[in-house]
């Protein structure tokens, strides 16, 4: 299974992106799909999940501002993100849990600045 991930970019404070993760190969049973973001010089912290059944969780930094969607049939994720702050600014990767494996995708840059 391999991750693309894409969408990001430079933003003004305030805007808006919104980040986009396929999968392509055999991805049967992905029980969780994630976003994590790493900003430079920092650990990669976790931002949100939604499980198969669309339940989702937030990072409390983020919680109100970003919300994240899937898609069982394409096996996608995106991740909408309002209200920007500079401090989101980061590398944001995406994650699928399966049974029996993790997969990352590669990330994208998300940059906030006037």
């Known amino acids: 299974v391999q991750l693309q991930a894409s969408g990001g970019g430079l933003v003004q404070p305030g805007g808006s992106l919104r980040l986009s993760c396929a999968a392509s190969g055999s991805s049967r049973d992905i029980s969780a799909m994630k976003w994590f973001r790493q900003a430079p010089g920092k650990q990669r912290d976790w931002v949100a999940t939604?499980?198969?059944?669309?339940?989702?969780n937030y990072a409390d930094s983020v919680k109100g501002r970003f919300t994240i969607f899937r898609d069982n049939a394409k096996n996608t994720v995106s991740l909408q993100m309002d209200s920007l702050k500079p401090e989101d600014t980061a590398v944001y990767y995406c994650?699928?849990?399966?049974?029996?494996?993790?997969?990352w995708g590669q990330g994208t840059l998300v940059t906030v600045s006037s």
């Open positions: 939604i499980t198969s059944s669309h339940w989702a």
């Open positions: 994650q699928f849990v399966t049974a029996y494996a993790v997969y």
